[in-house]
């Protein structure tokens, strides 16, 4: 079964500062990998996704992040915080060859300090 | 106009009632899904379907029961409502094949007292 580890509930940072949002997964074929950002009173929109072309991703906003099959991470980063990176970032998981569902993360909630 | 859009917007019932929410799609998308959203366990998967003659369980569809009327609509239903149901429900839509991106819809934001 697969399954998303997000650490941290809450991260704080200062603007301009970098930002690293961690997500570790469990599956046991190889997984597609995502990240998708809530904004406040929102639904969910994509920011990236990992589906094997190339370990380091490059997402909206500014985002990216890198997959690593030894650690089992697809952790999130951007350089230099911005005010409207606030938000709840989510990390999901689901099967190449699978069904298609998504396996969420609990999330991370990002605020940005000025 | 929006996508997905989700009807209701919030909700408030009372406990034994029965609800529907209700998700239009106007992206052409075979696949449709419903999650709901609690603080701090992000979302779950309560039932998808593939296209108008496929239904298929999620993680936590006990309660909930859907209706796929056409392509682009995608009902679920709380046959009676109970407070631990109070959460946030969200619509998402995507097309055929692999590791396509889910479109979800606004939310509804449903109490149950």
């Known amino acids: 079964a697969q399954s998303v580890t997000q650490l941290g509930s809450h991260v704080s940072v200062s603007e301009g500062a970098l930002v690293l949002l961690r997500c570790n997964y469990s599956s046991s074929v190889p997984p597609y990998l995502f990240w998708y950002v809530q904004y406040p009173n929102q639904g969910l929109q994509l920011l990236l996704k990992?589906?094997?072309?190339?370990?380091l991703v490059k997402g909206i906003n500014g985002f990216e992040a890198e997959f690593k099959k030894s650690e089992t991470s697809f952790h999130l980063t951007k350089p230099s915080a911005h005010m409207s990176d606030a938000a709840e970032y989510f990390c999901?998981?689901?099967?190449?060859?699978?069904?298609?569902?998504?396996?969420f993360g609990k999330g991370t909630k990002l605020t940005v300090n000025p | 106009d929006a996508d997905v859009t989700q009807t209701p917007r919030n909700r408030i019932t009372k406990t034994g009632k029965r609800i529907m929410l209700e998700c239009s799609q106007t992206k052409g998308h075979d696949r449709m899904y419903w999650y709901r959203q609690d603080p701090g366990l992000g979302l779950r998967l309560i039932y998808y379907?593939?296209?108008?003659?496929?239904?298929n369980k999620g993680e936590i569809s006990d309660g909930y029961s859907v209706s796929r009327q056409a392509q682009a609509k995608f009902s679920l239903s709380l046959e009676s409502a109970i407070p631990n149901q109070t959460a946030l429900y969200f619509c998402?839509?995507?097309?055929?094949?692999?590791?396509?991106?889910?479109?979800f819809g606004p939310g509804t934001r449903l109490t149950v007292l």
């Open positions: 990992y589906t094997s072309a190339a370990t």
């Open positions: 379907s593939f296209d108008v003659k496929d239904i």
């Open positions: 999901a998981v689901s099967e190449k060859g699978g069904s298609e569902k998504l396996v």
């Open positions: 998402a839509t995507s097309d055929w094949g692999e590791a396509n991106e889910q479109f």
